[in-house]
């Protein structure tokens, strides 16, 4: 099953944007995954396994460096992939 998912980062502190851009960056690097930025989220499509999979290492790790973070997510049960582009 494939799956969609948007994503919000919030780290609570003033140096924010280095760890948003280093989490997206990890995401990004998964080749089993779609990920699309724009200026409020990020939109991360695939099988819902490896989606899962990859959120639940990289947040684990956005919490063990910035424990006082936020992460907001909206989860689709479809590849809403070719909606986004549109």
Do not use: C, W
């Amino acid at each position: 099953m494939r799956i969609s998912v948007d994503i919000s980062l919030y780290p609570l502190t003033e140096g924010y944007v280095e760890p948003i851009l280093a989490f997206i960056n990890k995401l990004e690097a998964n080749d089993k995954l779609i990920v699309k930025r724009n200026s409020l989220s990020t939109q991360i499509f695939g099988d819902y396994k490896e989606v899962m999979s990859a959120l639940d290492a990289e947040i684990e790790a956005v919490f063990a460096e910035l424990p006082h973070s936020a992460f907001v997510l909206k989860l689709v049960g479809t590849d809403r992939a070719d909606v986004v582009d549109k």
